[in-house]
């Protein structure tokens, strides 16, 4: 049975910066591209970054360019999401998910494409 479990999640002055992991079990990881998504209070979860199967590629969206890296480590079976600059505004619960995918495959947006989650870890920053 996948697994995906999050960690690296606290509380943070604004400008500060976090690293969230996202440990992968249960799964052929070299199969899946991986996404990071994000859900605040009283909105709905949505899209922050995304990265190919062989780690080539990348997907933001548009207010976390530039400050926020995607990265993936198929050995350890592990991917990343390295936050920096961040804004009372990324306050929210991040979570992790995994897309069996083709290795050509598009880059993914849409929590639909996504077959497994993890739980989350909550990201507070403080202004």
């Known amino acids: 049975q996948a697994q995906l479990v999050e960690s690296g999640g606290g509380l943070v002055q604004a400008g500060g910066s976090l690293r969230l992991s996202c440990a992968v079990s249960?799964?052929?990881?070299?199969?899946?591209?991986f996404g990071w998504f994000r859900q605040a209070p009283g909105k709905e979860r949505e899209f922050v970054a995304t990265?190919?199967?062989?780690?080539?590629?990348?997907d933001y969206t548009d207010s976390v360019k530039g400050r926020f890296t995607i990265s993936r480590d198929n050995d350890k079976r592990m991917t990343y999401l390295q936050m920096n600059s961040l804004e009372p505004e990324d306050t929210a619960r991040y979570f992790c998910?995994?897309?069996?995918?083709?290795?050509?495959?598009?880059?993914?947006?849409?929590?639909?494409?996504?077959?497994?989650w993890g739980q989350g870890t909550q990201v507070t920053v403080s202004a």
């Open positions: 249960g799964l052929t990881f070299s199969y899946y591209a």
């Open positions: 998910a995994a897309k069996r995918t083709i290795l050509t495959a598009p880059l993914a947006r849409r929590q639909g494409e996504y077959d497994q």
């Open positions: 990265i190919t199967r062989n780690g080539r590629t990348t």
